[in-house]
């Protein structure tokens, strides 16, 4: 059974791109949560989503970036035209349907490098 | 401001010691607590966790204790080996319950 995965790994972009992360959760998982940790930093709630839905963005800046759970395929989570500042590692971790949101298990993180 | 914080940022034990990471916590009504371990380059990974009816839980070479008068609990590793050289973080759920808080993390080195 596979875990989280995340993909890219590792992605560089210039100032002003855009760049574009996934995450496909646990089989059976329909519950997905995306976190940003910066360097000697623990991670920070960026938003939770269920299938085609969007629970709780309030982690999320409100310019630039957006997240959604379609119905098939992976999460994504987009940031607009990146500044150096959005220069950290993005963890995604899901959770079954049923039981407590505590139970997030994640992935191996995408780290994002803005030249 | 964090609700959950840990005690020192790197801990360095020599193999065979035990480690004792601690974490502090501000909100007197918090009732559960997870322990997780970041290796270089990898997720957080779910170590045990504990609810506040208990004061101790032990898990695999893990225990963790929890004192709700000084809201404080502790990561005590037995044995530490080199395996176990990585961040560790405490995290609690937001009221919520999905939001999970995390301290900024122990950077825990073993010695050989």
């Known amino acids: 059974n596979a875990g989280v995965m995340q993909n890219p790994r590792h992605l560089v972009r210039r100032r002003g791109q855009e760049a574009r992360l996934r995450c496909s959760p646990m089989?059976?998982?329909?519950?997905v949560y995306w976190y940003r940790q910066l360097p000697e930093e623990g991670l920070k709630f960026m938003v939770y989503l269920q299938k085609e839905n969007i629970i709780d963005e309030s982690g999320m800046p409100k310019e630039r970036f957006s997240a959604e759970f379609p119905k098939e395929g992976p999460s994504i989570l987009r940031i607009q035209q990146v500044v150096r500042g959005d220069s950290a590692a993005y963890f995604c971790?899901?959770?079954?349907?049923?039981?407590?949101?505590?139970?997030?298990?994640f992935g191996p993180g995408t780290r994002l490098t803005v030249l | 401001g964090e609700s959950v914080g840990l005690h020192l940022p790197t801990l360095s034990v020599q193999e065979g010691d035990n480690s004792i990471i601690n974490c502090a916590y501000s909100n007197s009504a918090s009732d559960y607590f997870i322990w997780y371990k970041q290796e270089s380059g990898k997720g957080p990974q779910f170590i045990i966790d504990?609810?506040?009816?208990?004061d101790k839980r032990q898990g695999q070479r893990v225990t963790v204790l929890l004192n709700k008068t000084v809201k404080h609990l502790s990561l005590q590793i037995a044995a530490t080996q080199p395996g176990d050289s990585a961040v560790y973080f405490c995290a609690e759920p937001a009221s919520n319950d999905y939001k999970l808080s995390f301290g900024a993390g122990t950077t825990v080195t073993v010695r050989a």
């Open positions: 089989k059976g998982h329909s519950h």
């Open positions: 971790a899901s959770s079954p349907p049923s039981g407590s949101g505590n139970e997030q298990f």
């Open positions: 504990i609810r506040s009816n208990m």
